[in-house]
């Protein structure tokens, strides 16, 4: 372990020490009918996942997310290779690219609703849409950007189309790549989880937004750390190989 | 205008046509989606008819209320912290996975927390916009020469009068990013709670029309709200640029 990433480790764990005792100290502020406490709320957490009815809500959510995930990453590679490659084409498109990634997304819904019904392929598509932006805006500037000399010796061992892009593009691209699925996998879970929340009868958005009807405090306040701590983890993860795939390509 | 802006306009038309044609022989069925011509005629008699004025008066107040909030609120918070390296160090973390966050997993807790009026919705779009103008801010302030620090300091200034003289506008065309980028979120960040489950503004009446199955609000809206997110991201995009060049990058 290096000594910045020690230090990185030490600062997360104050952090989250410090934002557990903020959420403690509010706690005792505003009390019982808002929120729960820190480990009122695990226990509650730890309770739910002990159910049948919670683990299939997981997994519905947890189905659509890994599918969404998936096609986002192949048909944005795939939007992101050929536009890369092709400079023109490239900077035709990618304007489009960013002007979708700022408009609030969340309005395209009905239209998907209308044309998939509401389930699972919905909510699938509406991942997709938030997820595969920024894999594909990052994998053409990835792609743009690989040093001319590298194309040249490429063409230069008579390498295929294909292998081209295998044994030279990819490895070339990859550390800018993975920034763009890292980011991928953040708003796939946002565009899935809206989904849910809006037009649906399953799944970890569809607990929230019940819940509110109920005023059961308790299970938004499970589910919401839930969300939070998966999220987080994974997203530190990540971004932890993405550092390193850059400090290596440096 | 370039052969790219050529070319990108020439793709639009080309898939309207293409929307077009496929709704008027059918394949898109009228239940799913109208055709364009329709949408638009649709989206000029709603803004004619001024049906929609409430609404639209509606969710820019509340826009601008969590954007003004997070951008004073960000460069404050910014300022503060550059100048408190453990504080920032321990926070560091926090920036670095906040938007892997599902924010929108907050709502059902806000409307819990605040009831069901504008403030939970406000209070989504600051969260989304403000960490973007702190890390900006701090970004831009990083790269502050120290030249002018010193001459400040010469010159006796307090550290308000550095912020507010020296440094926050040598670091303007990164506040400018931040500023932009709170823009586009806050916006997100209303539409979105608005949609998701609320009583007035263009998010709700998208909702409403959706569940009302009336496309010829639904759709007219939603081009409107698209074309509102991606004027204003442009015009500032284009400021930036232009601030960006003055400042003799590129």
């Known amino acids: ?250 | 205008m370039t052969r790219q802006a050529r070319y990108r306009i020439a793709v639009i038309v080309g898939a309207l046509v293409l929307l077009e044609v496929l709704c008027r022989i059918g394949t898109i069925d009228r239940l799913t989606m109208p055709p364009p011509s329709r949408i638009a005629l649709d989206l000029w008699v709603m803004l004619r008819s001024g049906s929609m004025a409430g609404a639209m008066l509606k969710t820019l107040t509340n826009v601008a209320i969590a954007f003004i909030a997070a951008v004073l609120s960000g460069v404050a918070l910014g300022v503060f912290l550059h100048g408190l390296r453990a504080v920032r160090e321990t926070l560091d973390p926090l920036f670095a996975t906040y938007y892997a966050i599902p924010v929108f997993a907050f709502y059902p807790l806000l409307i819990i927390l605040f009831g069901l009026g504008d403030t939970p919705q406000i209070v989504i779009g600051y969260m989304l916009a403000v960490v973007a103008v702190i890390v900006n801010t701090l970004n831009g302030l990083d790269r502050v020469t120290p030249v002018l620090l010193r001459t400040a300091r010469i010159y006796r200034m307090g550290p308000v009068k550095t912020a507010l003289k020296v440094t926050l506008p040598c670091a303007a065309p990164h506040l400018l990013t931040g500023v932009k980028l709170a823009l586009a979120y806050a916006f997100i960040g209303i539409v979105g709670a608005e949609f998701l489950m609320s009583q007035t503004g263009m998010g709700f009446e998208i909702s409403f029309a959706y569940n009302n199955f009336d496309n010829a609000v639904m759709y007219p809206l939603i081009v409107l709200i698209i074309a509102l997110a991606t004027a204003i991201n442009m015009t500032l995009t284009h400021l930036e640029k232009a601030l960006l060049r003055r400042r003799g990058y590129q």
């Open chain 1, 1 to 250: 372990m290096t000594g910045a990433s020690r230090g990185g480790a030490r600062n997360s764990l104050v952090l989250v020490v410090s934002l557990v005792l903020a959420w403690q100290l509010l706690y005792a502020f505003v009390g019982d009918k808002a929120l729960t406490s820190p480990l009122g709320t695990v226990r509650y957490l730890l309770a739910l996942l002990a159910t049948d009815a919670f683990w299939l809500n997981i997994a519905e959510t947890a189905r659509a997310f890994a599918s969404a995930l998936a096609i986002a990453i192949v048909l944005g590679l795939l939007i992101g290779f050929a536009f890369g490659i092709n400079r023109f084409w490239g900077e035709v498109m990618e304007p489009m690219l960013v002007a979708l990634y700022s408009i609030p997304k969340i309005t395209l819904y009905p239209i998907v609703l209308l044309a998939f019904g509401i389930g699972m392929p919905a909510k699938i598509a509406f991942g997709v849409i938030h997820g595969i932006v920024p894999v594909a805006i990052f994998t053409i500037s990835a792609v743009r950007n690989v040093r001319p000399v590298l194309v040249k010796t490429g063409r230069l061992f008579r390498l295929g189309p294909w292998r081209t892009v295998r044994k030279l593009l990819f490895p070339a691209a990859l550390p800018e790549i993975f920034t763009g699925i890292r980011l991928g996998f953040s708003l796939t879970l946002i565009g899935t989880l809206l989904g849910e929340m809006f037009g649906s009868q399953r799944g970890l958005g569809y607990l929230l937004m019940t819940a509110i009807g109920l005023q059961n405090i308790q299970v938004i306040m499970a589910v919401t750390l839930l969300l939070v701590v998966f999220a987080a983890t994974v997203s530190t993860i990540l971004l932890r190989i993405d550092r390193h795939l850059h400090r290596r390509a440096t």
